[in-house]
């Protein structure tokens, strides 16, 4: 009952809420406070004459989160409690003491320290059992990732004391860990995939990303990279101003990369401001339904330059601009207040009712055929672009693709995610991993890995997931080596393996030859 009549409240307050939102409301130098009229009297007289006692801060969250529903799926409100998680992810660094880590058999076991992290620097490896926090013995006791997080995570500069169990050694090893901030990659891969094509993996664009991408290319020898392949799979976007410091690399000075304009903000103009080191290079840009925001920017000024090739399947669809505003008790306020447009002037954000539907579309591509049949792709906006050299594009979808990768039903079965979501490859990677980490050097991943993974689900006693399809068994076989190489090498490790059976690159590769 109670409850009932709180959320009776809602309407009431978001009305009287949503007629103080002005156009020159907020502003980006100082926090923001509601108005401290007709609202404010409001939450006074409920909180002095309700019946019940009440949280009136909830009933405010709950108003705000609702009308900010109501204007599009991506104006968005930030509880205090969740502003840190999300500041890092962006910031591009945590504090603690510097490891990837799994959960195995109810203990933290190190996949592997980061580098130039506080653990790697004193000692700690890839295999290494947490068994011991602060005199606290935390093996066999339940422990999940969220507890992990609070015991490692901590100030730069605070001090946590562990002891390790390391194979080989007889002894429990102590070890005091001295937290500092550590790096959240968001390029997870750049490597030569041949002599002359350079493969980068950006995962979602931070404040770190572009200096991530130069510390990886400035080595480089840009005469020798004919080819570069920018994997933008699943990359939801980030910070705008980082991935056109990237595209300024691909581009020559003065090129158009993206202009943004709304109601209240006049339009801006980004132009790539410098010789690239990947200005000669002929370029490919891998995307899929998981790629938006910036990576639609980076996809959208390749294709509209005329620059390279986009392969893969029709974009996320993500065309508007969200500007971030404090509160005063530190949470936050995230509203779209422009839209983005690729260089010919085609705005890519799909048309949303709600946030339900709109978040829902891409199972939607799974029944109608889109992820199956190019010709099932959903062009939502009709009116035709043309880039400099006549090419027609479309907007009001997500970036459409020069050529089309289907998702390939005969490797992605539900078999094999049966595999990845009961943890059976995860578990068998670190188990291998760990019994053969001192013989294994590189990614030389002995053969017999694959025919020992099937034992292991006999013996699992799994043996309805082991009958594969030929070209199942040759992806499988991949990516279970590739994930054994991850457990033993660090996260990169697992890319080179992976993409000799990866559709995506294998048509890549083709393109490439072609030309």
């Known amino acids: 009952m109670k409850a009932s009549i709180i959320k009776a409240f809602i309407p009431i307050i ?33 909180f002095n004459e309700y019946v019940d006692s009440i949280n009136i801060d909830s009933i405010t969250e709950l108003t705000i989160e609702k009308m900010l529903k109501s204007l599009d799926p991506h104006s968005t409100y930030i509880p205090l409690k969740e502003i840190n998680a999300v500041s890092e992810n962006m910031q591009g660094s945590f504090e603690g003491i510097g490891v990837e880590f799994e959960i195995q058999k109810d203990t933290i076991v190190v996949v592997a320290p980061i580098i130039g992290g506080p653990s790697e620097k004193i000692g700690i490896k890839s295999g290494d059992r947490i068994v011991v926090v602060e005199e606290d013995t935390i093996a066999n006791k339940r422990i999940n990732n969220n507890k992990v997080i609070r015991l490692l995570r901590g ?34 891969a750049a490597y030569h995939i041949t002599p002359s094509t350079f493969y980068i993996k950006i995962n979602r664009f931070s404040e770190t990303t572009f200096s991530e991408f130069k510390n990886k290319t400035d080595n480089l020898n840009s005469q020798s990279i004919k080819n570069v392949i920018l994997d933008l799979r699943g990359n939801p976007g980030g910070y705008l101003h980082s991935c056109v410091q990237v595209m300024d690399e691909f581009l020559k000075k003065g090129t158009p990369i993206v202009y943004t304009k709304g109601k209240n903000r006049d339009k801006k103009e980004y132009f790539s401001t410098k010789k690239g080191v990947f200005q000669e290079s002929n370029i490919i840009v891998l995307i899929d339904e998981g790629s938006a925001s910036a990576s639609e920017i980076i996809a959208g000024a390749i294709q509209d330059n005329d620059r390279g090739t986009i392969i893969g399947r029709r974009s996320f669809g993500k065309g508007l601009v969200q500007e971030q505003w404090f509160f005063d008790d530190g949470s936050a306020l995230r509203l779209t207040t422009a839209k983005y447009y690729t260089p010919t002037g085609r705005s890519i954000q799909r048309p949303y009712k709600d ?86 050097r590189s990614n030389n991943i002995p053969n017999t ?9 006999l013996i699992d006693k799994r043996e309805e997931v082991v009958f594969f399809n030929e070209k199942e068994k040759l992806y499988l076989k991949a990516y279970v080596e590739a994930s054994v190489a991850r457990n033993i090498n660090g996260r990169e490790s697992f890319y080179p393996i992976i993409h000799r059976k990866d559709p995506y690159l294998i048509e890549a590769l083709k393109q490439i030859n072609k030309n």
């Open 14 to 46: 978001y009305l009287l809420l949503g007629t103080y939102i002005g156009s020159n409301f907020f502003s980006k130098k100082t926090p923001f406070f509601l108005p401290q009229n007709k609202i404010q009297e409001l939450q006074n007289f409920i």
């Open 155 to 188: 100030k730069k500069g605070t001090k946590v004391n562990v002891f390790i169990k390391r194979r080989g050694v007889s002894k429990w090893i102590p070890f005091s860990i001295i937290r500092d901030k550590i790096p959240l990659y968001s390029v997870d």
């Open 355 to 440: 946030s339900e539907t709109y978040y829902n579309e891409h199972i939607d591509r799974f029944k109608t055929g889109e992820v199956y049949f190019k010709d099932s792709i959903n062009i939502v906006d009709t009116i035709q672009f043309k880039t400099p050299k006549g090419k027609i594009v479309y907007g009001g979808g997500g970036i459409i693709p020069d050529l089309y990768v289907p998702y390939d039903t005969t490797i992605f079965t539900s078999q094999f995610y049966h595999l990845i979501n009961t943890g059976l490859i995860s578990d068998f990677s670190f188990y291998y991993a760990d019994k053969n980490r001192a013989d294994i």
């Open 449 to 457: 890995c694959f025919s020992e993974f099937l034992n292991f689900l």
